[in-house]
């Protein structure tokens, strides 16, 4: 039987491990985001997001989430934020429409339930990914992002319609 100091001191190096890696993709992650959130393609600092790197990819990937009734260029990037961590999504969301109120009157009932829903489904945070493709392989890894964002995107989808069906 081991030891409660070995056990405490084995959780310890593994968190610390843990935390080390997952800071330090976090942290690169953090920074690309803010670069593309800042800068458009020819490399200039923007004061209007919407002009940014960020907002264009976002853009292309906007059409997937127009079904689910938050086809806006924000919405798809604080989804792409919440890749980073998922608690980012909210601030990502507030710092692009700048203020709740105006996020609030931008998404329907049905469309925020849908939102909320995709969110807690879609693939984990990047570390956690980065963990996935260490132990199982950039193959796998692949597979299991987008299985996740599949289903996400289904139960999300019929998150909607029944709420849709039921006038919310």
Not at 68 to 74: C, H, P, Q, S, Y
Not at 80 to 107: N, Q, W
Not at 135 to 144: K, N, Q, R
Request: charged fraction near 10%; charge should be neutral; proline fraction near 3%.
């Amino acid at each position: 039987m081991p030891s409660a100091q070995n056990v405490l001191h084995l959780m310890w190096d593994k968190a610390k491990d843990f935390l080390q890696r997952a800071f330090s993709i976090i942290f690169v992650g953090t920074v690309v985001i803010w670069i593309l959130e800042h800068f458009n393609f020819s490399l200039t600092m923007i004061s209007d997001p919407s002009e940014s790197i960020l907002a264009y990819i976002a853009g292309i990937i906007t059409p997937i989430f127009k079904p689910l009734g938050f086809a806006d260029w924000k919405v798809s990037t604080s989804l792409i934020s919440g890749f980073l961590a998922k608690e980012s999504v909210v601030s990502t969301l507030t710092v692009l429409y700048g203020s709740s109120e105006i996020l609030r009157s931008s998404l329907s009932i049905s469309a925020t339930y849908a939102l909320l829903t995709f969110c807690l489904l879609y693939t984990p945070c990047v570390a956690a990914v980065a963990a996935v493709k260490r132990e199982e392989g950039i193959s796998s890894c692949i597979e299991l992002v987008c299985f996740q964002c599949a289903i996400a995107w289904i139960v999300a989808f019929l998150m909607r319609t029944i709420l849709l069906a039921f006038g919310l």
